[in-house]
């Protein structure tokens, strides 16, 4: 495993590029940007493609990408279209710009009340990149369907596909074990019940109550990240813990928050390094 980073912390920047500068800037190697269906990677000015490249290359950065099925699915029906159709022409042009630019991953949130959407259109983004290295998952929601070891594993299977797997948002465990949303005692539990393919992470803390993504080592946060980092390792996995964190009551500034997730990498880092070395 190592330590990496998702764009949540700059997204007042205002633009893919900036993001990922950002991130290459403060030293991590694994990055991942979220998926504005409005904005997408595709959609920028070659010159801004262009320096993308540059940037993944120079620092020899590994690219994650992790778009919203739900907001997909909300734009289908606004459109009043079908979904599948809708789908095909709108992830088209982002599957092009992963290939081209080695994306790792693509890993979605679910549409959340609909399971049989949710793994169509997983299938469907198998089925177009097929003969392909790029990898799809499902992140676990809070309230939603796919909230549960049991219906992560379920989702997965459904797909059928090697590429098929998994990103596992720690935050959402937190909320929904304390809120008794699924039948679960603890995030180890959690964690020891999946059987399928981790692909990603979404790593921060929160209080239990709400997603409120604090830093890994806010005081405020109820997550174990010894324990979380145990599970995963005995789980097999070796992929990146991915911060995603974006502190909503506290917002420090964008100076401090940087400061903080790099002492915050060192600290996963050398987790990690403890962990593997049992």
């Given at each position: 495993m190592h330590a990496g980073c998702y764009d949540a912390p700059f997204k007042e920047l205002p633009s893919y590029r900036m993001r990922l500068e950002e991130l290459c800037r403060l030293g991590f190697v694994s990055v991942g940007l979220a998926v504005d269906w409005d904005d997408l990677p595709s959609d920028q000015s070659s010159e801004d493609d262009a320096a993308t490249g540059e940037l993944l290359r120079a620092n020899r950065a590994e690219l994650r990408l992790h778009p919203d099925l739900g907001k997909l699915e909300q734009r289908a029906r606004r459109a009043g279209e079908e979904l599948l159709p809708?789908?095909?022409?709108k992830v088209d042009p982002l599957i092009d710009w992963a290939l081209r630019h080695r994306v790792l991953s693509i890993c979605c949130d679910s549409i959340r009340a609909d399971f049989e959407a949710t793994v169509a259109v997983l299938r469907l983004l198998i089925d177009m990149t097929g003969g392909t290295q790029?990898?799809?998952?499902v992140e676990n929601s809070q309230r939603g369907i796919i909230n549960s070891a049991d219906k992560m594993n379920e989702a997965?299977?459904?797909?059928?596909?090697?590429?098929m797997g998994l990103l596992v948002d720690v935050g959402h465990i937190n909320t929904t074990i304390t809120n008794g949303w699924i039948a679960c005692d603890a995030p180890a539990e959690f964690l020891d019940g999946l059987r399928v393919p981790i692909w990603d992470t979404h790593i921060h803390n929160n209080d239990g109550r709400t997603d409120s993504h604090l830093t890994v080592r806010d005081p405020a946060?109820?997550?174990?990240?010894v324990t979380i980092v145990e599970s995963l390792h005995r789980l097999g996995y070796r992929g990146p813990l991915n911060m995603e964190c974006a502190p909503k009551e506290e917002r420090p500034s964008r100076t401090a928050l940087a400061a903080r997730l790099v002492e915050d990498r060192e600290y996963l880092e050398g987790l990690i390094s403890r962990v593997g070395s049992v």
């Amino acid at each position: 495993m190592h330590a990496g980073c998702y764009d949540a912390p700059f997204k007042e920047l205002p633009s893919y590029r900036m993001r990922l500068e950002e991130l290459c800037r403060l030293g991590f190697v694994s990055v991942g940007l979220a998926v504005d269906w409005d904005d997408l990677p595709s959609d920028q000015s070659s010159e801004d493609d262009a320096a993308t490249g540059e940037l993944l290359r120079a620092n020899r950065a590994e690219l994650r990408l992790h778009p919203d099925l739900g907001k997909l699915e909300q734009r289908a029906r606004r459109a009043g279209e079908e979904l599948l159709p809708y789908a095909r022409r709108k992830v088209d042009p982002l599957i092009d710009w992963a290939l081209r630019h080695r994306v790792l991953s693509i890993c979605c949130d679910s549409i959340r009340a609909d399971f049989e959407a949710t793994v169509a259109v997983l299938r469907l983004l198998i089925d177009m990149t097929g003969g392909t290295q790029l990898r799809v998952g499902v992140e676990n929601s809070q309230r939603g369907i796919i909230n549960s070891a049991d219906k992560m594993n379920e989702a997965v299977e459904r797909v059928d596909d090697e590429r098929m797997g998994l990103l596992v948002d720690v935050g959402h465990i937190n909320t929904t074990i304390t809120n008794g949303w699924i039948a679960c005692d603890a995030p180890a539990e959690f964690l020891d019940g999946l059987r399928v393919p981790i692909w990603d992470t979404h790593i921060h803390n929160n209080d239990g109550r709400t997603d409120s993504h604090l830093t890994v080592r806010d005081p405020a946060g109820t997550l174990d990240m010894v324990t979380i980092v145990e599970s995963l390792h005995r789980l097999g996995y070796r992929g990146p813990l991915n911060m995603e964190c974006a502190p909503k009551e506290e917002r420090p500034s964008r100076t401090a928050l940087a400061a903080r997730l790099v002492e915050d990498r060192e600290y996963l880092e050398g987790l990690i390094s403890r962990v593997g070395s049992v």
